[in-house]
């Protein structure tokens, strides 16, 4: 039986965002273990059939010593239990997984890029993010490696720092939806008109951008929509703290409403997604969840966001950093019923034809099956 190792930096996002690859893979014959840092979430892996091991990763820290202590875990992981295949979920896991992966002499490997977070950030001038591209650099230069992107711009930047060659790419849009249970389903016409963010409550996700936005639209429409901010606090650099969150929510017009679990009763519950987001996107999962609800987008026409908006067919796309391009989208869908409605619609469609998980399912385990040992 292959060993099969995904290496996901902390357990809630393996459970959004990979649980469905995992268990498919188990079923087909991989023997399948879950490497990942341990948030509280290992009893519900292990119920569902799978190993689990600790993974000593802070997944937004810059600490040297820290880093390279991962690495070394992994290192020592690989040459212990002899995988047959590892599949690194992430940059971090990428950077440091690839590299122990090497040394270590693992048969396949495959990375999936879901967005290149604050390591690409121009903002961003630590000693990881400096010497970053030169690691993987080496680490990738191997045989029986595929890496997997959710958007074109990724893709180019890696291949434009020689970190892959163009033979090595797939492109797959995002982490699926599973589209019976995320099915369409018509606004409500009843109450207020209600504009929905999920996000982990980091400023480059545009949380001011969208509470901006509604300040200005406050006057004209504070008792006909809500403002409806759903996500928790994070350990980001660039996380937002629960005082600020408060002092821009009143509760009423814009609500802060934390971690929720209820997300897809949120969105069948809400008329518009906004997420005016500026952070180095892969393809948002909160966007594809919205298409395949069938609900209006208003998003940036930056990395990844754009990905999951055709520009006035199911919603529209604005420019980063824009609250008054914001505003003016919002309000064009405040005032048009039949415009929310047909976005929506189109918005499904969309989902259908690129968003299914039983396509990102299959094209997973064809690249498992075009690395494993024949």
């Known amino acids: 039986m292959m060993k099969l190792f995904i ?9 959004s965002h990979r649980k469905n690859i995992a268990l498919r893979a188990q079923e087909v014959g991989y023997d399948v273990t879950i490497v990942t840092k341990d948030t509280g979430q290992k009893q519900n892996i292990e119920a569902l059939g799978l190993k689990m091991i600790d993974l000593p990763m802070n997944r ?18 690989y040459c212990r239990e002899r995988p047959d295949l590892v599949h690194h979920v992430g940059l971090k896991t990428i950077l440091w997984g690839t590299l122990a992966a090497k040394l270590s002499k693992v048969y396949g490997v495959v990375n999936a890029v879901s967005g290149l977070g604050i390591f690409f950030s121009e903002e961003n001038r630590s000693l990881v993010s400096e010497f970053l591209p030169k690691v993987l650099r ?6 029986n490696i595929a890496t997997i992107f959710q958007n074109k711009e990724d893709k180019g930047l890696f291949l434009k720092n020689g970190i892959v060659k163009e033979e090595q790419t797939f492109m797959i849009k995002g982490s699926g939806v599973d589209l019976n249970q995320y099915c369409y389903t018509p606004e409500s016409s009843d109450g207020k008109v209600k504009i929905l963010l999920t996000a982990r409550m980091i400023v480059e996700k545009g949380v001011f951008v ?19 901010l759903c996500g928790g606090l994070d350990d980001n650099p660039k996380a937002i703290k629960e005082e600020e969150l408060k002092a821009v929510c009143d509760g009423e017009y814009i609500q802060w409403l934390g971690y929720r679990t209820d997300v897809l009763e949120l969105l069948k519950s809400c008329n518009i997604v906004a997420f005016p987001s500026f952070y180095k996107e892969g393809l948002p999962k909160s966007l594809i969840e919205a298409a395949a609800v ?24 604005i420019p980063v950093k824009d609250s008054d391009a914001l505003a003016e989208k919002l309000k064009i869908l405040f005032e048009d019923d039949c415009l929310r409605q047909t976005m929506g619609c189109n918005s499904r469609i969309l989902a259908e034809k690129n968003f299914s ?7 997973h385990l064809e690249i498992y099956n075009q690395l494993s040992k024949t």
């Open 7 to 15: 290496v996901v930096n902390v357990d809630w996002f393996f459970l």
């Open 294 to 317: 069938g609900r209006p987008i208003v998003t940036t026409n930056s990395i990844g966001c754009k990905e999951a908006v055709v520009d006035g067919y199911n919603g529209f796309l």
């Open 60 to 77: 937004s820290g810059q600490n040297i010593i820290e880093e390279l202590y991962t690495c070394w875990f992994l290192y020592r992981l």
């Open 357 to 363: 998980i039983e396509n990102v399912i299959q094209k």
């Open 138 to 143: 080496f680490s990738h230069q191997r045989k």
């Open 210 to 228: 969208l509470t901006e936005a509604a300040l200005k639209l406050k006057e004209q429409y504070v008792d006909k929509v809500e403002f409806l």
